[in-house]
């Protein structure tokens, strides 16, 4: 497994200033002599610089006489120097600070790991690759290929124990908000972890949440995406069930901006009220009023979904009006 930590082990520290000049500057020209002084390098090392970047598919127009340039369109990889970059620039409550893998077992593996031995809120990990990703009772999410956004975020709200299912709808609401500001406006929400467009599964995300070795409780967020998949892409097995950003839209987007665009939503919502939170959640929500069956520990509940409750449970109405609660976490 090869680990890529911001941002000194994975990019330079020149490679870091050239890319946050460049991306600052887009598809205009740096004067060389300048970019020189601003980074603080030799020439030797910012051309080194300049032919990692290329390397890694960054298209940047180089020439000492006319100037150095980065072009549309920005590669689909997740550049810890950008990526750091772009924290930087964010308006957050929380200080998120990220690490990227090209292949992990699980990133909610990762960040549990992290999280016992005492990490502080605003982990994020991000992999190319998951070779044991999962969802919810046990289930596998298939996160082989790098066309999909997985990742995990370490999370300690002081509400975490005596609320613990206000954090599934806050979750699912972010992840349905920040792929709706990317350009999915058919994306709804189906309780109680997946993303979805009509029938077809799009997304999920999974919730552990467990104690540190100083007794602290912490919750590990994991979200899983389908962005840039074709059909071909999936499994016989999920044919017809799934589908994927790329396949709603017929556009391709940057993992990078879409965790961004997650992390500010769950930034924001984490400041807002419970009351706002769930009526923005259940105008997401498939299937409201609708009648459904659940199976709960066995036992099978029949009734119209009413919404959730002020605890974050979700609301079931029998046929004799009564109303049962059923706990996501």
Sequence with gaps: ????????????????????????????KLVFRDLLAAVKADE??????????????FVINCSPLVGISLEDPLPD?????????????????IRWKSEIFQVIGSTNDEVIKQAKRGAKEGLVVVSDR?????????????SFLPL???????LRPKWLVANPQQLAILSSLSTAEALFQMGLKTVTIKWPNDIVVATKKLGGILIEIDRDE???WFAAIGIGINLNQQRIHFSES???????????????????ELLIE??????????????AIKSSWEKRIVLLNEKVTFEVNGQKIVGRMKGIDETGCLLIESANGSIQKIFSI
């Design 1 to 28: 497994m090869r680990r890529m930590i911001l941002p000194s082990c994975a990019a330079s520290f020149t490679e870091f200033q050239l890319l946050k000049r460049l991306l600052a500057n887009r598809n205009c």
């Design 77 to 93: 990889i997740l550049h810890p120097g950008e990526l750091q970059i772009l924290l930087e620039r964010g308006d957050f409550h």
């Design 148 to 154: 999909g956004l997985y990742m995990t975020v370490l």
């Design 44 to 57: 030797k090392e910012v051309w080194e610089s300049l032919c990692r970047l290329q390397e890694q598919g």
């Design 238 to 256: 999920l044919q017809g069930k799934a589908t994927s950003f790329y396949l709603e839209t017929g556009k391709k987007v940057r993992r990078v």
């Design 130 to 142: 998951q070779l044991q990703g999962r969802g919810r009772q046990g289930r596998s999410w298939e």
């Design 214 to 216: 100083g007794g602290e």
């Design 262 to 275: 997650i992390l500010g939503r769950l930034d924001r919502n984490l400041q807002r009220s419970f009351g």
